[in-house]
């Protein structure tokens, strides 16, 4: 099996770097601090072979060329976004596969938060790194993109299997969930989850990663076509109770 392995670096990004034991590649899933990336694989006793970036931001592709310049690995990005990411050998689109050993990754458009931004899934390891896209009870901040696309983009992933684990880059969990009860006081299943992100965070334990199931019955940006958020927040319409969610999220 597939193995993940997590740490935090830089201020608040999570760090993957994703395993195979059989083939014995390693990819980075994006590049926040190439000497924490470089430190922890030769920890683990692994090398890298690859790096997956998601999008173009410096927290997410500013170790590309260090990491590549110490392993010579292989880099692949979306397609849109390429020219502002340094090293790249391969871009990627929404529909196409990447490799690792011999286990596929799907290449998933979840434009928005940059209008390039890719997620990749795993589906024989149940796991999908959404970068800056999808985050425990929230979603990234709507930089480049539009509501109808981020909206579409997020759609795409509600459709994963509701077992997929998501990585998110970021430890945003307990902002996020204080603005996700502002949203959605009367959610039960949302209360509880809250409830375990601030024990999990008092004792400085990861929210990071989360099951798409939970989030969808929780988090308030996946669920713009609920019927309460939408009297609440939209008007009857999912785009718009989109936009005004993250609109009200940016001002919270």
Known sequence: MLEVHQF???????????????????ACIDTPDASEYLRQAQLKGWKITQIWNTHWHPDHAGGNEAIK????????????????????????????????????GHVIDVGGHTLG???????????????????????GRM????????????????????????????????????????ADPENAQLAAYVTEVEKRRAQDRPTVPTKLGRELETNPFLRADDTDLQSRWGAGDAVATFAALRAAKDAF
């Open 8 to 26: 935090p670096c830089l201020s608040d990004n999570y760090g993957f770097l994703l395993h195979d034991p059989e083939s014995g590649e390693t």
């Open 69 to 104: 310049a110490a392993t010579g690995c292989i880099v692949t990005a979306p397609v849109n976004d390429s020219s502002r990411i340094a090293g790249v050998d391969h871009t990627v689109d929404h529909g196409d596969t990447v490799k690792l050993g011999e286990y596929t």
């Open 117 to 139: 931004h890719v997620a990749f899934h795993v589906p024989d390891a149940a796991i999908a790194f959404v970068g800056d896209a999808l985050f425990a009870l929230g979603c």
């Open 143 to 182: 930089f480049e993109g539009t509501a109808p696309q981020f909206w579409q983009s997020l759609s795409r992933l509600k459709e994963l299997p509701h077992e997929t684990l998501i990585y998110c880059a970021h430890e945003y969990t307990a902002g996020n969930a204080r603005f996700a009860i502002h």
